[in-house]
T-cell receptor
Framework: DSGVTQTPKHLITATGQRVTLRCSPRSGDLSVYWYQQSLDQGLQFLIQYYNGEERAKGNILERFSAQQFPDLHSELNLSSLELGDSALYFC?????????????FGPGTRLTVT | KNQVEQSPQSLIILEGKNCTLQCNYTVSPFSNLRWYKQDTGRGPVSLTIMTFSENTKSNGRYTATLDADTKQSSLHITASQLSDSASYICVVSARRGGADGLTFGKGTHLIIQP
């Protein structure tokens, strides 16, 4: 158990809908990262927050947005969902953001868009 | 363009045998290289992190090597066990701190057969 929690574990929804994925980082970790992993694809970095502020952006679609709240939990919002958004979404956390830092991954949320 | 190439794509070996997974990268400027183990449907778990000055690092039966001159790394698994069946992901960090500096390989899918 990494100490990172994600809810829900599974989510099935229809095209065009909007969903929110939630992540609670390890105690003491200030940085949260979101990743997407499609079937047979590598991990794709979406976005990173550090202590409430956006720190880095990857290949995140405009239909997707995220935020980190004062209690450091984070939410990833996916809207106007398409079939191709079906994937595993992982959250990770770390103490810091720069230098050599360990990332701890959550168990993931499996999103299925039908 | 920063890239991480892993080989082989997949590998099947018998329980008890050793194996070596390869990672070649073109990330620059280099900061550190990580190996993760990802069980199917679960979040990646860190095995090792190596910086420029480290050329070998062990974690139990896992030994990672790094040649920063040739930009190659390998992960050697000794006396494989059925629980080693997983995807192994090589991640290289560029020296700019944020998660957008991480480049992920597509992974090697390892199957250990009894």
């Amino acid at each position: 158990d990494s100490g990172v929690t994600q809810t829900p574990k599974h989510l099935i929804t229809a095209t065009g809908q909007r969903v929110t994925l939630r992540c609670s980082p390890r105690s003491g970790d200030l940085s949260v990262y979101w990743y997407q992993q499609s079937l047979d694809q590598g991990l794709q970095f979406l976005i990173q927050y550090y202590n409430g502020e956006e720190r880095a952006k990857g290949n995140i679609l405009e239909r997707f947005s995220a935020q980190q709240f004062p209690d450091l939990h984070s939410e990833l919002n996916l809207s106007s969902l398409e079939l191709g958004d079906s994937a595993l979404y992982f959250c990770a956390s770390s103490e810091t953001s720069g230098g050599v830092y360990e990332q701890y991954f959550g168990p993931g949320t499996r999103l299925t868009v039908t | 363009k920063n890239q991480v190439e892993q080989s082989p794509q997949s590998l099947i070996i018998l329980e008890g045998k050793n194996c070596t997974l390869q990672c070649n990268y073109t990330v620059s400027p280099f900061s550190n290289l990580r190996w993760y183990k990802q069980d199917t449907g679960r979040g990646p778990v860190s095995l090792t992190i190596m910086t420029f000055s480290e050329n070998t690092k062990s974690n139990g039966r896992y030994t990672a090597t790094l040649d920063a001159d040739t930009k190659q790394s390998s992960l050697h698994i000794t006396a494989s066990q059925l629980s080693d069946s997983a995807s192994y992901i090589c991640v290289v960090s560029a020296r700019r701190g944020g998660a957008d500096g991480l480049t992920f390989g597509k992974g090697t899918h390892l199957i250990i057969q009894p």
